[in-house]
């Protein structure tokens, strides 16, 4: 081995004569011998190890350099070493070697544990992300609790509507107790119920007057409310199974706060019955849609009861017809179309059949196809109508324009491609949203408002899934905005507890039916305003016959001169054809001036009895004349 180049500490004069320092030695002796080395230190590896260490230093190094090498410091004359093992190999060749021991390093302090938290009391379950999107065990469930929320709700907001009997509720209940007669015994049915009543006298009327027997008029206004709540269970229902639990629930719920629904749960009319025929044909629609084609057959029957209970319900038919179509287009693509023809082929077939066995229905021409026109304005039928049940058509609308753009709010991204097509999204929208139009422009056609209040409530059936649609858009995915469902409900509530106490005040007959009961028998005629009411009260001392309405008679006089409308009134008057005569003065204002003008300085009369009311409309009085 051989090295030119003298060790660091050769320039070092205080190095060089030391005579115990070998390095120096050796290095003067490799001077001669041209790289050999003639110490016999030379072959010690410790000195190796020095001589290794010596040249790996930086080239160049100057004396007072510091330099750095490896695990030692040397800056020519102190050699301070940290490692104890090299200070021992170097100290006897380095007379100024020291040796430093480094400080330990201090021991981390212990670090405290962090006190665990406390536990919390109550820890919610963990939630499905899906769980109001697939019609799960526990998304049923929660529905139901809900919906029977609702339906609670429901029932006290009809329940809390009071009054006496109506003029249409009197009207069928009796008619039902003489149709009973006419079924069991035989008896002949007084007046033409067939020609003029707005349903078949031997469906609705005879039920009612069944339970009027037992019950009396509360026990059929209860069934009005179940009937009611059957609707909303059933929408419900069909509702969840076209989309989901939440869109069910937004559906039941404004249907249940509107002023038909509401009206309807305490009135003893064919309207509760026709609307749950109509739901119940709706549902099983629905519910057959993946099943095969001939089951459809099975919701014509409910669809038939529902005209025949109420002639107007036929408005609704083809609706039925078009959404047994459009809820199975999906799954059978045109082979539909098969489906719609079948279910409104076995309609028309079932009306034949009731045509043929009941004979002709006037009814139907003079009460829904051929009325007579009134002269109320389309701009106030609209207006009414929008008042009755704009906030939910609306509703109904948004959820349609949101259902055309998008099947899905993105709770799960991965059924946005396999949601239904466009063409079926907006179809239904059309469909069930439109439907809810079909009473109002009927009614602007006929230019009247009669019934118009309790028949929007027919339409808003239909519409009243696209409205909970609309409703859970307007709440978000993962209900991220419910102020705003929950403010729709609400103000779809005041509206219809305030319209419904307004349309539901009728004079209260109470007082005036005591007083007449004294003056009544089965020999006498009676004339009264709204006649229903007091031959109801009093059907167990009168015959119906023996009462005269005010809306339309012929008289002949005692000269033999036949009279028609206000003058046949007048006339009968001043010939004292009856023996008690009961006016309001609102309802047909036209022959009560008649009758009135009549009855001025008439001797054979005198006023008995007044009596006050006061209903939505402002305050009223029966006045009651008894034959002298």
């Known amino acids: 081995m051989t090295d030119r180049h003298p060790p660091v500490w050769a320039d070092d004069p205080g190095l060089r004569h030391d005579p115990h320092d070998r390095a120096y030695a050796a290095w003067q002796g490799q001077q001669g011998q041209q790289g050999e080395w003639h110490d016999e230190g030379a ?7 020095a001589q290794q260490y010596t040249y790996q230093a930086q080239p160049g190094a100057q004396q007072g350099q510091v330099t750095d090498t490896g695990g030692w410091r040397f800056d020519g004359r102190i050699s ?52 109001w999107d697939v019609d799960t065990g526990r998304s049923r469930r929660l529905g139901r609790l809900v919906l029977l929320c609702v339906l609670l709700i429901q029932a006290g907001l009809s329940l809390r509507l009071r009054g006496t009997a109506f003029e249409d509720e009197a009207l069928y ?19 033409d119920f067939v020609g003029y009543f707005s349903g078949y006298p031997k469906l609705y009327p005879v039920l009612a007057g069944m339970v009027d027997s037992v019950a009396g008029l509360t026990g059929v206004r209860i069934v009005s409310l179940l009937f009611m709540l059957g609707a909303t269970s059933l929408l419900y229902s069909l509702t969840r199974r076209m989309f989901d639990v939440r869109v069910a629930i937004g559906a039941a719920a404004l249907f249940s706060v509107i002023q038909s629904t509401v009206f309807l749960g305490n009135f003893a009319t064919f309207d509760a019955a026709a ?43 083809p609706t039925l017809v078009v959404l047994a179509v459009v809820t199975a287009y999906r799954h059978r693509g045109l082979r539909a179309l098969a489906r719609g023809v079948l279910f409104g082929a ?19 021409s003079q009460t829904t196809t051929n009325r007579a026109k009134g002269a109320d304005t389309a701009a106030m039928l609209l207006q009414h109508s929008a008042e009755w049940g704009g906030l939910m058509f609306l509703a109904a609308v948004g959820g349609s324009i949101a259902y055309a753009v998008r099947p899905h709010m993105g709770e799960m991204p991965w059924l946005e491609q396999v949601g239904p097509g466009r063409l079926r999204r907006v179809s239904l929208g059309v469909v069930l949203t ?23 409530g027919f339409g ?9 649609l609309g409703m859970s858009r307007l709440v978000g995915p993962h209900f991220r905005h419910p102020q705003l469902g929950i403010m729709l409900y609400v103000l779809t509530l005041v509206f219809g507890m305030v319209q419904s106490q307004q349309n539901y005040s009728f ?91 009549a009855l001025r300085g008439n001797p054979h009369y005198r006023l008995a009895a007044v009596t006050r009311f006061t209903t939505s409309k402002g305050d009223g009085a029966y006045r009651i004349w008894v034959k002298r």
């Open 346 to 364: 076995t309609l028309v077939a079932l009306l034949g059949v009731a045509y043929l066995f009941a004979g002709s229905l006037g009814g139907i």
């Open 80 to 131: 301070s070493y940290t490692d104890q093992q090299t200070y021992e190999t170097f100290a006897p060749y380095d007379p100024y070697a020291t040796y430093t021991a480094t400080e330990p390093r201090p021991a981390p302090a212990p670090v405290e544990p962090e006190p665990e938290p406390a536990k919390p009391g109550y820890v919610l379950p963990p939630v499905a992300e899906s769980a």
């Open 43 to 49: 072959q010690d590896p410790s000195w190796q190890y």
């Open 434 to 456: 439109g439907t809810a139009l079909l009473a109002p422009v009927y009614q602007v056609h006929l230019q009247t408002e009669v019934s118009l209040f309790k028949h929007v």
């Open 507 to 597: 004079p209260d007959s109470r007082e005036m039916t005591a007083i007449l009961r004294p003056m009544v028998d089965r020999k006498g005629a009676y004339l009264a305003e709204e006649h229903e009411v007091p031959a109801y009260y009093l059907r167990d001392v009168t015959g119906y016959d023996q009462w005269q309405g005010t809306f339309g008679m012929d008289y002949a006089d005692k000269k033999g001169k036949r009279h028609s409308g206000p003058d046949a009134y007048g006339a009968a008057v001043r010939d004292a054809k009856f023996d008690v005569i009961v006016l309001r003065g609102t309802v047909t204002p036209d022959v009560d001036t008649a009758v009135t003008d």
């Open 173 to 191: 209940v009796l008619a039902g107790h003489y149709e009973i007669g006419n079924i069991l015994h035989g008896t002949p049915v007084p007046g």
């Open 275 to 317: 609307i749950f025929l109509l739901a119940l044909s709706a549902w099983i629609v629905v519910r057959t849609g993946r099943a095969p084609i001939a089951a459809v057959v099975l919701a014509a029957p409910p669809a038939f009861l529902a005209f025949g209970t109420k002639y107007a319900a036929g408005l609704y038919l």
């Open 460 to 468: 808003l059936l239909f519409a009243a899934p696209m409205a909970g």
